[in-house]
């Protein structure tokens, strides 16, 4: 598959995919927005993978949405929005619900929707210079790319409003405080750091994680009940499974499982 705005690649269970537009600070722009969907598209349509890293290329993680692209077509605007979202959306939902977990590694500054996409990963590593930018109310904009849902599942619905509405550009240490960022890793060990994460997950009970990523993305939206019996189906989905015999036995004998994703 050929992409105009990122790299993907599969081995060992590990997908990477990488933001690849750096001289233009990897903006969320229409290529974007149709390579993401296309993406994620692939990955769900693989058994083979595991785990995803996110990753980018450049000076920036990514500076937001394509400012420059907005002001070209600002009589068509809104349709625009519509038309660009679809892809963004669907290749963001799409990911959500992969078995395989999702790691970011946020080497340099990220704004805007790059902070959503990070937000909804399932583990975030940050270089001490990272910076987390609202970005959106400085050109009039809400949000999109799931920063209501990420922000809000990280950071809390009461900071996560605030972090949008005040336009807030949070340090590294700043978003580890809030929740937004798991580990804070020096500039030239986090690539590394967010590696060796991803790699120990692609070895991981895969079944079970996806079981996991799911019953989080409904825990608030429903009433408990129905969440007591969504982790009773997801439970009795996973212990089906070769990765649950394999993790009881291993634990039984004594040694280490040997998981493989089934």
């Known amino acids: 598959m050929t992409y105009e705005s990122i790299e993907l690649s599969i081995a060992d269970g590990l997908a990477r995919l990488t933001l690849n537009q750096p001289q233009k600070g990897n903006p969320f722009n229409a290529s974007f927005c149709a390579d993401i969907a296309t993406a994620a598209n692939e990955l769900a349509g693989r058994d083979d993978v595991r785990a995803v890293l996110l990753t980018a290329n450049g000076r920036f993680f990514s500076v937001g949405g394509d400012i420059q692209m907005f002001a070209q077509s600002l009589d068509t605007l809104p349709n625009k929005i519509r038309e660009w979202t679809a892809g963004l959306h669907m290749g963001m939902a799409r990911l ?25 990963c399932d583990l975030v590593f940050a270089a001490k210079s990272a910076r987390f930018g609202a970005a959106y109310p400085q050109i009039g904009y809400s949000c999109d790319a799931g920063a209501s849902f990420g922000l809000s599942s990280r950071m809390g619905l009461a900071r996560a409003r605030r972090f ?37 997950l692609s070895k991981g009970p895969t079944r ?55």
């Open 164 to 200: 949008l509405i005040l336009n807030e550009t949070l340090s590294a240490d700043q978003a580890l405080s809030t929740g937004l960022v798991d580990e804070v890793v020096d500039d030239a060990s986090v690539a590394a750091a967010a590696e060796a994460a991803a790699i120990k």
């Open 96 to 120: 959500a619900r992969l078995n395989a977990p999702m790691v970011a590694c946020v080497h340099a500054t990220a704004m805007g929707g790059a902070v959503a996409m990070v937000a909804n």
């Open 208 to 262: 079970a994680y996806g079981e996991i990523r799911r019953i989080f993305s409904r825990a608030l939206g429903q009433p408990y009940e129905a969440q007591l019996e969504d982790e009773a189906q997801a439970l009795t989905r996973a212990a089906a499974t070769s990765d649950a015999r394999e993790g009881i036995l291993a634990f039984v004998e004594k040694r280490p499982a040997q998981f493989q994703g089934r």
